[in-house]
T-cell receptor, first 117, second 114 residues
Framework: AQKVTQAQTEISVVEKEDVTLDCVYETRDTTYYLFWYKQPPSGELVFLIRRNSFDEQNEISGRYSWNFQKSTSSFNFTITASQVVDSAVYFCALSERSGSGTYKYIFGTGTRLKVLA | EAQVTQNPRYLITVTGKKLTVTCSQNMNHEYMSWYRQDPGLGLRQIYYSMNVEVTDKGDVPEGYKVSRKEKRNFPLILESPSPNQTSLYFC?????????????FGSGTRLTVV
């Protein structure tokens, strides 16, 4: 079973539209971390945000905002007034303790966002 | 500048010819990891290392080896590459195993095995 599910494979929006990228996770840990990364066309992976499991406060950073809801095991990412530069693949990730006591960092399959001018 | 350096960026090789992809970080991070990225599959962990001389398998370790003799370096070794190892590879490091401050990724190595 997928631990981190990004059901939206690809989304296309027109510039200035708002867009929400969904992320649903599965874990039995009570302490875990959630992340979003951006992979622009140039290919590098850029860290955007992390959330720990005890902090359900939503966060806003400029045009980006994140909605963490433990009740639905979701950590969604919204871009307001999208721009062409937002075009990228976005990955959601989960860090949790594995059965052997170490930590595993698990990525979703990514959502490709295309923002059209 | 704090960074993870991977080399080479691009590599084309033939089946069976041993190769090494190097990874080095200058942040004194304890935790390092290798991922491969394939279309539709996201990033899958190959191996990780909690510290010097401590390594363990990730989800797709078959056909790969790693070593961690120094804290800063974590090379990925393909002893006998095969075409199904054609992929985009990323090295990453973090301050702690939980990665709670996020990973720092290298620029990626695009490997083609013919």
């Amino acid at each position: 079973a997928q631990k981190v599910t990004q059901a939206q494979t690809e989304i296309s929006v027109v510039e200035k539209e708002d867009v929400t990228l969904d992320c649903v996770y599965e874990t039995r840990d009570t302490t875990y971390y959630l992340f979003w990364y951006k992979q622009p066309p140039s290919g590098e992976l850029v860290f955007l945000i992390r959330r720990n499991s005890f902090d359900e406060q939503n966060e806003i950073s400029g045009r980006y905002s994140w909605n963490f809801q433990k009740s639905t095991s979701s950590f969604n990412f919204t871009i307001t007034a999208s721009q062409v530069v937002d075009s990228a693949v976005y990955f959601c990730a989960l860090s949790e303790r594995s059965g052997s006591g170490t930590y595993k960092y698990i990525f979703g399959t990514g959502t490709r966002l295309k923002v059209l001018a | 500048e704090a960074q993870v350096t991977q080399n080479p960026r691009y590599l084309i090789t033939v089946t069976g010819k041993k190769l090494t992809v190097t990874c080095s970080q200058n942040m004194n991070h304890e935790y390092m990891s290798w991922y491969r990225q394939d279309p539709g599959l996201g990033l899958r962990q190959i191996y990780y290392s909690m510290n010097v001389e401590v390594t363990d398998k990730g989800d797709v370790p078959e056909g790969y080896k790693v070593s961690r003799k120094e804290k800063r370096n974590f090379p990925l070794i393909l002893e006998s590459p095969s075409p199904n190892q054609t992929s985009l590879y990323f090295c990453a490091s973090s301050l702690s195993p939980q990665g709670e401050r996020g990973y720092t990724f290298g620029s990626g190595t695009r490997l083609t095995v013919v």
